[in-house]
């Protein structure tokens, strides 16, 4: 991935510039350096940017070669407090969005060309944007809509009547099935699959009757969808997930969920049928979401926490087992399924003294 | 995906024909109204059908615009005591199954025309009936039998030897590796995959030699298997899903399981190697197996469940940390640690009264 | 898949050889009988050879009609203590090893026939070695590199300037993403992405800004990966997976993992973006590895174990909710959220006595 090549007040102005004016830094040091590529703080070179990911590496900070490191000013005094000799330090207030925006000025995305790959199957009945790019082996059935500098990749499927929208990218291998509906500039990534049947049964004579799924997924805009990825059309209505969700690889959500805008969703969690995530929440890692319950905006999810009922309050909440050494935990969780045992003895001892549990605990 | 139109007469005829005569619905209305779909209680509109999946939404079914509404008596004593105004009510005994045969019977599910896109690689030596059809890019390997009326998707995989049963529909992308075999009447969804290694290494010399996977994957009649689904291939012998399973996405099911007829497996379930699910068992999300265990006929495992030995009764069991506040959480993890240590402290105190722990407790 | 014929001398002087001397069995009893497979004790026919996986299948063992059964000498004299009438005993000091090797030459894994598919896809850029073979449908861009004997399967993927090293297959639908490199002997399970984008996104004004991730992943000799895993490209540096590691199914390794050799990683395992696992390591199913953490060489971590924290010491490490009854769960999840309050109990009755709590326990 090669990158482009800018002065650091070049860079700086152009991410101001991306950034719609919000981004500003300021620069400490010699703003004509040339900058070709973002870097760790080890692995930077002299034509490399870098940033403090974590206050614990401002030793590395110190260390580093990078042509310009991107700073907060409290984080600049700590690291450099009689300025740094060894390059540029460019100060932002948000020195996490500001090398982000740098990273993407540095390594564009290519814009696809137009194009159609002879072997890739496109119905006649489509209607496929002259400037999108479609890539070999890729299907696009009857009724489906391409928009504008989309880009289907090799062996990716579009079903019938789905809709890609402009600018949105769906990598190798990418399902995206029948009406299901995809915004503007979207990322599919490679074998994730939109809009499977929602898993909805009747129990019937000791068995099971599949109740069809007459729903549809809708994507918004600026939504990213990892590889692996499985999101099921509604049972009856449809699964929705809003502008801006950025979901991880290996995440299961199924029918008629509804998941916030901006929400961002880490591996491996699963949410079961017609949970509603609020806007700008956070599920870490293997958070697993109940079916049919609503969780407020802003609401954070540790990793491995089990959402089993309906939560009112915003916060951060969580719940897995601590990890112990073996030893240690088959002691323990033995002990787990005599707590009602503990607290019985406890109780009784306290009957033996007078006050011993004023505030009537359980 | 478009419903054809019935009179609530009609519908309840064609539900009671499909059921085998089990489902009749006694009529409370109007039988003559058109039903052209189904819907929510809320999204109902006058030509659709809607039932009661919960009982709290007993405001929303009086408020429901819907045609008519499936319920059972008690139901509909609840909800209408005096009689629904506004439109028809199907009495039924099961509500949920009369719904999903009512649905199934306005979305009918498409026969495949007999087809053979000309893109797709189906091998001179492949047996497939004339009635298959087989779409683009899909690939059909020497010595594979597709039955009567099945459906290969777009870019799906059947291997060499493998068997596909009659009326079985693998959706777009769907993997069935060498010698497996699929019953009738089976949905394999997008990105599942059937046969694949089983995951077997001996030590040796601090590290790993290949344990060939020779056995296959032997799947019945009327299963479903969600999108990303891996059903690893035996070791020696078969993996078994029988008839009737239906599985939900990102299932891994490992070598050598058993999964015995009309289980259900919710998203997210692993179950390791050579275990044995008995029949009419549930699996809720996220419930993980340990290998070499049996689990008995009807046996329910909640969701994010670790079930690390057999079990001997059926019954319903759970096994997941309750989710708290972090702070809250922070504080309980912490003592949980600590188990052994309050339990001893239980028992000195009761060391110095008589009679404390007379049961003598853990 | 058929098997070829060797005497059990053949046999094992064919697992002495490819073990590189270090595998020498004893023989006991007939060493022509002809061996055509492998099975299980129970399944074994008279032209099979078993083993004894497990100490509790003694019984199994000594009723078991194989031809030859590989047993360490422990083992042969607790099940045969008077001789092996009904056949043959292969005495090993590692009798898994010996029967993994037993099985590979058993069943040899076809060496593919140098072949290029007519409806491959492959630029003429690529370097696509003439031993290599290419199945249907697969696409391999521009500046790839495709070893010798290499095995592209069915719709797989191989993108640009990707390399793919000798004797290494991809099977059906994998998909292997531009710059990544995969080493030699090395197996990829269908459904598996290597090199996705890693999650990495800057809050900006609400929402988030894509980070670029210009990384790359690197997979060195001999590692098997397996179906519907993925393994997401470097933020700034590589993901690498080192010699020999062994990865099952469904398991996700973000950005910038590092995963020592030899390591095992079995299904439903995520590792979240930045961990260093290292060498030998056991990680067994569903366990979950938070980021930026490191876990020493040779450490075993039990199955639904949330990781957290780094580890400092090897050891087996254990962590999730033993199941009960859900009756039983419902009374002790109650009061783990109520440890403290019984911890503040204990304290006050201690604090009635002297000396009830010596050692100033939490």
């Known amino acids: 991935m090669s990158a482009i090549g800018l002065t650091v007040a070049e860079l700086a102005g152009a991410v101001e510039e991306r950034s719609g004016g919000v981004l500003r830094a300021q620069v400490h040091g010699d703003a004509g350096r040339l900058i070709q590529g973002v870097a760790s703080l080890e692995a930077a070179g002299p034509t490399d940017v870098a940033f403090l990911a974590n206050p614990r590496y401002q030793a590395a900070a110190r ?14 005094e700590a690291v450099f407090p009689a300025g740094r000799d060894a390059g540029t330090v460019l100060e932002s207030d948000q020195p996490y969005a500001w090398f982000a925006f740098a990273s993407q000025l540095l390594y564009p995305q290519p814009t696809p060309a137009p194009y159609r790959d002879p072997t890739a199957s496109i119905d006649p009945g489509a209607d496929v944007d002259a400037s999108a790019r479609i890539d070999a082996h890729a299907v696009v059935e009857r009724g489906a809509t391409i ?7 090799a062996g990716a499927f579009v079903g019938a009547e789905a809709r890609i929208g402009s600018d949105t990218r769906l990598h190798a ?3 995206v099935h029948a009406r299901c509906r995809i915004g503007e500039r979207g990322i599919v990534h490679s074998a994730a ?5 929602g898993f909805g049964f009747a129990p019937f004579q000791g068995g099971w009757v599949k ?3 007459v729903g549809c997924v809708l994507v918004g805009d600026d939504v990213e969808i990892g590889a692996g990825t499985t999101i099921d059309r509604g049972t009856m209505g449809d699964t929705i997930v809003e502008d801006g969700v ?7 959500i199924a029918h008629n969920c509804r998941i916030g805008a901006q929400t961002a969703i880490a591996g491996c969690v699963g949410i079961a049928g017609s949970a509603t995530i609020g806007r700008r929440c956070q599920l870490a890692g293997a958070a697993m979401i109940a079916g049919h319950l609503s969780i407020p905006d802003g609401t954070v999810i540790g990793a491995g926490t089990l959402v089993s009922r309906s939560i009112r309050e915003p ?3 969580t719940g897995f087992f601590p990890m112990m050494s073996n030893r240690d935990w088959e002691r323990n969780a033995a002990l787990l399924r005599h707590l009602g045992d503990l607290r019985d003895r406890i109780r009784r ?14």
């Open 63 to 76: 260390r580093s070669a990078a042509a310009a490191l991107v700073l907060s000013a409290a984080q600049r």
């Open 147 to 153: 928009g504008a500098r989309a880009w289907i990749g």
């Open 173 to 175: 291998g990418a399902v």
């Open 193 to 197: 699959v939109i809009g499977a049947d």
């Open 211 to 213: 109740i069809p799924q």
């Open 246 to 252: 950025k979901i991880d690889n290996q995440v299961q």
């Open 315 to 317: 916060g951060f909440y």
């Open 349 to 362: 001892l306290e009957g033996r003294h007078d006050n011993s549990n004023p505030r009537g605990e359980p």
